[in-house]
């Protein structure tokens, strides 16, 4: 569509423009895409003679309109409105316009709620607007939008009644044919009835239209990347019963279920010479690595190489470390190598070569693996712990910097919410952890008052005591006090200083130096601090079993998810793992943060992100509102089994798509948004 600006639209003028731009909206395409929170109904228009307390909606006419002081700086206008069947009082508080604005002897819709004030009703403060067939404030479904920075409602309302006369020349995402086989509103008719509904039917027939596209996109993007990656050829590892089971002999534990069943599909799908695709969940805790350390081990006894590429330094060395030690009894330890960033380039450049001459065969680094200098000969094997940390673009340049395709095992514990998983991926190349290791005790979290942490600390206190430890972890590193934040450094020097000045406390966040970092870190783990104040640098896979206390302070700026990541820092013991949520400020709980103290289920609490947040949250990569499921319910299969079978028409001739340039742009977009490798 031709970009007609705000500007350009009647009765919009440059102040109004001016405003709307400062919250992004700048193009009537723009703020067609600036979508209704909610709706409100008023379309029932009541008879004066039946109207109650409450939200009404009346036709009458003005009979009479008044303004007054009536005490300094208070204004009050009064208007007087009837129909044949009575009369009622309008007030307004301090909008001394409106005496001006009404008219006299005409007829109005008027929407407000009728109240008892001084013992006498009134309909306070009500939207008005003169009779006609298109009311936009009232007589109808009017739409409720998100307001923001000096936007009201009021004022978008009357510029979307502009912007809308401009949607029925937009051309349609779907091809007509779809369009028409699943009953859909034309796209630009779907977006006039999401803001403007003729009813309620065609509210919810737009929605369900504008779902159907955001589900097609996504199910044909992952189609296409599917057959794609089932074109290259990735080499065969074929499964060497003796390796697993000498493997599986020397662990300190039993795996569980999940772990076995995992670890048997991964290794089957590595047989092939299709690439395998598939992506590990397993919340926090339940066992990821020792999974990816069998599928290595088979990888290297049939003579390749393996990748493991981890999203911080510490992780990095952390995997290092505990895969060092899970192949020392079958004596290749000796195999893994270590690259990432701070290394000294005399290092780097002995790894490097290691790799290329073959004497690693585990190489286990951060972006640093990503380098055209690392040159592995023989990779067979792919893993990326916590995928959806990689960009899109991070994770292609390793694929391209190898060359040759190999397997791609991918991990995390960020699920994606298995409503989405389905229409993705159709669950095929998804393995579940759904098991946690016996003995586990669940963590128990608490909401804490920013104003009452006494308690907490002296749980803290006796928990030092019992030698465990801590953490606690802060939104932000300095900054202080903006915006009420408690940073990581005014943490630490509280906590270090005062209460807990007889205890051993530590501080690390990502402005330290690599070295810095490293050492806060190691004295953590080796038990010489009993305390670490950090930012969300501890939020991904660092393993400290003694930990038992995880305190998040500033809850409220957290996603779900990565809250429910730093929770997972804690309880890796048989220990009582304790979690304590403390908001920023001291009002009610967002729905948010009571639902992670009331569930420890990682899927629960991503379907949960996923309904509040979009699948946004959960791709991390994703910055552009562009791919989105704000209106398709992932649980209405008639929308699920009309989408799919209309992308089979797509795969099965992929040159349909390239009719429709504008499908095939937001196709591909998504396509590299959603890939898992
Ligand atoms: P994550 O899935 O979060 O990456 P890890 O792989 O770090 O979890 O495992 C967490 C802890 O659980 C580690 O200390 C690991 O040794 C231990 N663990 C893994 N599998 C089992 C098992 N089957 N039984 C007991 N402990 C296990
Ligand atoms: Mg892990």
Same mark, same amino acid.
């Given at each position: 569509?031709?970009?007609?600006?705000?500007?350009?639209?009647?009765?919009?003028?440059?102040?109004?423009?001016?405003?709307?731009?400062?919250?992004?909206?700048?193009?009537?395409?723009?703020?067609?895409?600036?979508?209704?929170?909610?709706?409100?109904?008023?379309?029932?228009?009541?008879?004066?003679?039946?109207?109650?307390?409450?939200?009404?909606?009346?036709?009458?006419?003005?009979?009479?309109?008044?303004?007054?002081?009536?005490?300094?700086?208070?204004?009050?206008?009064?208007?007087?409105?009837?129909?044949?069947?009575?009369?009622?009082?309008?007030?307004?508080?301090?909008?001394?316009?409106?005496?001006?604005?009404?008219?006299?002897?005409?007829?109005?819709?008027?929407?407000?709620?009728?109240?008892?004030?001084?013992?006498?009703?009134?309909?306070?403060?009500?939207?008005?607007?003169?009779?006609?067939?298109?009311?936009?404030?009232?007589?109808?479904?009017?739409?409720?939008?998100?307001?923001?920075?000096?936007?009201?409602?009021?004022?978008?309302?009357?510029?979307?009644?502009?912007?809308?006369?401009?949607?029925?020349?937009?051309?349609?995402?779907?091809?007509?044919?779809?369009?028409?086989?699943?009953?859909?509103?034309?796209?630009?008719?779907?977006?006039?009835?999401?803001?403007?509904?003729?009813?309620?039917?065609?509210?919810?027939?737009?929605?369900?239209?504008?779902?159907?596209?955001?589900?097609?996109?996504?199910?044909?993007?992952?189609?296409?990347?599917?057959?794609?990656?089932?074109?290259?050829?990735?080499?065969?590892?074929?499964?060497?019963?003796?390796?697993?089971?000498?493997?599986?002999?020397?662990?300190p534990y039993?795996?569980?279920?999940? %772990?076995? !069943?995992?670890?048997? *599909?991964? $290794?089957?799908?590595?047989?092939?010479?299709?690439?395998?695709?598939?992506? &590990? @969940?397993?919340d926090v805790g339940s066992g990821k690595t020792?999974?990816?350390?069998?599928?290595?081990?088979?990888?290297?006894?049939?003579?390749?190489?393996?990748?493991?590429?981890a999203p911080t330094e510490l992780l990095a060395r952390q995997h290092a470390e505990s895969l060092s030690e899970?192949?020392?009894?079958?004596?290749?330890?000796?195999?893994?190598?270590l690259?990432v960033?701070s290394?000294?380039?005399?290092?780097?450049?002995?790894?490097?070569?290691?790799?290329?001459?073959?004497?690693?065969?585990?190489?286990?680094?951060t972006?640093?693996?990503? %380098?055209? !200098?690392?040159?592995? *000969?023989? $990779?067979?094997?792919?893993?990326?712990d916590e995928?959806?940390?990689?960009? &899109? @673009?991070?994770?292609?340049?390793?694929?391209?910097?190898?060359?040759?395709?190999?397997?791609?095992?991918?991990?995390?514990a960020?699920?994606?919410?298995?409503?989405?998983?389905?229409?993705?991926?159709?669950?095929?190349?998804?393995?579940?952890?759904?098991?946690m290791p016996?003995g586990r005790k669940p963590i128990i979290t608490s909401l804490v008052s920013p104003n009452s942490r006494d308690k907490m600390y002296d749980h803290i206190r006796s928990e030092i005591d019992k030698n465990h430890q801590i953490y606690v972890v802060c939104p932000v590193i300095s900054e202080a006090n903006k915006?009420n934040l408690v940073s990581a450094e005014i943490m630490y020097k509280q906590l270090s200083s005062s209460l807990f000045k007889d205890k051993r406390v530590g501080l690390l966040h990502g402005k330290l130096k690599a070295e810095e970092k490293t050492a806060v870190m190691e004295s953590y783990v080796d038990g010489e601090l009993d305390i670490l104040v950090a930012t969300t640098v501890v939020e991904v896979g660092v393993n400290v079993p003694n930990a038992t206390i995880m305190v998040i302070e500033g809850a409220d700026r957290f996603g779900l998810a990565q809250m429910h990541q730093l929770r997972g820092r804690v309880g890796r013991s048989d220990d009582q793992g304790y979690c304590y949520i403390v908001p920023s400020d001291s009002?009610?709980p967002?729905?948010?943060l009571?639902?992670l103290v009331?569930?420890t289920?990682g899927?629960?609490?991503?379907?949960?992100?996923?309904?509040?947040?979009?699948?946004?949250?959960?791709?991390?990569?994703?910055?552009?509102?562009?791919?989105?499921?704000?209106?398709?319910?992932?649980?209405?299969?008639?929308?699920?089994?009309?989408?799919?079978?209309?992308?089979?028409?797509?795969?099965?001739?992929?040159?349909?798509?390239?009719?429709?340039?504008?499908?095939?742009?937001?196709?591909?977009?998504?396509?590299?948004?959603?890939?898992?490798?």
């Amino acid at each position: 569509m031709e970009e007609v600006k705000l500007i350009d639209l009647k009765g919009i003028g440059p102040s109004t423009a001016k405003v709307l731009a400062g919250i992004g909206i700048n193009s009537v395409n723009d703020l067609l895409h600036y979508y209704p929170r909610t709706h409100q109904d008023y379309s029932e228009i009541t008879p004066l003679s039946s109207i109650k307390p409450g939200l009404v909606t009346i036709r009458a006419e003005i009979k009479q309109a008044k303004g007054r002081y009536v005490r300094r700086g208070m204004h009050i206008t009064e208007a007087i409105a009837s129909d044949e069947t009575g009369s009622v009082r309008l007030v307004w508080f301090n909008q001394p316009y409106r005496e001006g604005a009404l008219k006299i002897g005409q007829q109005y819709f008027i929407t407000g709620k009728l109240e008892l004030k001084s013992q006498r009703f009134a309909i306070q403060s009500p939207s008005v607007e003169l009779v006609s067939d298109m009311p936009v404030h009232t007589a109808r479904i009017v739409p409720v939008y998100r307001e923001t920075k000096g936007v009201s409602t009021v004022l978008i309302r009357k510029t979307m009644a502009q912007a809308v006369k401009y949607a029925k020349n937009m051309p349609n995402v779907l091809p007509d044919w779809i369009i028409k086989k699943y009953n859909l509103l034309p796209y630009g008719e779907s977006l006039n009835e999401l803001h403007f509904p003729s009813s309620a039917e065609t509210l919810s027939l737009a929605k369900y239209s504008l779902g159907f596209i955001e589900v097609f996109e996504l199910m044909l993007a992952s189609s296409i990347n599917k057959q794609i990656v089932a074109s290259e050829i990735a080499p065969s590892i074929a499964f060497d019963e003796q390796v697993a089971k000498d493997f599986v002999a020397m662990l300190p534990y039993k795996l569980t279920d999940a %772990q076995r !069943k995992t670890v048997w *599909q991964i $290794l089957k799908d590595i047989e092939h010479t299709n690439p395998m695709n598939r992506l &590990v @969940e397993g919340d926090v805790g339940s066992g990821k690595t020792v999974v990816a350390a069998l599928a290595a081990v088979m990888a290297i006894a049939k003579g390749f190489q393996v990748a493991l590429l981890a999203p911080t330094e510490l992780l990095a060395r952390q995997h290092a470390e505990s895969l060092s030690e899970l192949l020392k009894p079958l004596k290749l330890d000796s195999y893994v190598g270590l690259i990432v960033g701070s290394l000294k380039s005399v290092q780097k450049k002995t790894a490097q070569a290691d790799i290329e001459s073959g004497k690693i065969k585990l190489m286990i680094g951060t972006h640093a693996l990503l %380098q055209d !200098k690392v040159k592995p *000969q023989n $990779l067979g094997l792919l893993i990326i712990d916590e995928q959806h940390r990689f960009g &899109v @673009e991070q994770r292609k340049a390793l694929l391209k910097s190898v060359g040759k395709m190999p397997h791609v095992l991918s991990m995390t514990a960020t699920p994606i919410p298995r409503s989405l998983a389905l229409t993705l991926y159709g669950e095929l190349d998804i393995s579940l952890l759904d098991a946690m290791p016996i003995g586990r005790k669940p963590i128990i979290t608490s909401l804490v008052s920013p104003n009452s942490r006494d308690k907490m600390y002296d749980h803290i206190r006796s928990e030092i005591d019992k030698n465990h430890q801590i953490y606690v972890v802060c939104p932000v590193i300095s900054e202080a006090n903006k915006n009420n934040l408690v940073s990581a450094e005014i943490m630490y020097k509280q906590l270090s200083s005062s209460l807990f000045k007889d205890k051993r406390v530590g501080l690390l966040h990502g402005k330290l130096k690599a070295e810095e970092k490293t050492a806060v870190m190691e004295s953590y783990v080796d038990g010489e601090l009993d305390i670490l104040v950090a930012t969300t640098v501890v939020e991904v896979g660092v393993n400290v079993p003694n930990a038992t206390i995880m305190v998040i302070e500033g809850a409220d700026r957290f996603g779900l998810a990565q809250m429910h990541q730093l929770r997972g820092r804690v309880g890796r013991s048989d220990d009582q793992g304790y979690c304590y949520i403390v908001p920023s400020d001291s009002k009610a709980p967002s729905k948010r943060l009571r639902a992670l103290v009331q569930s420890t289920d990682g899927f629960r609490l991503a379907e949960l992100d996923l309904e509040l947040r979009g699948p946004g949250a959960i791709y991390g990569t994703l910055q552009s509102g562009e791919l989105d499921l704000r209106f398709a319910n992932l649980n209405d299969t008639k929308l699920l089994v009309g989408a799919r079978e209309a992308v089979n028409v797509f795969i099965e001739n992929k040159e349909i798509l390239k009719n429709y340039p504008e499908l095939d742009r937001r196709v591909r977009f998504a396509q590299a948004v959603i890939t898992l490798n």
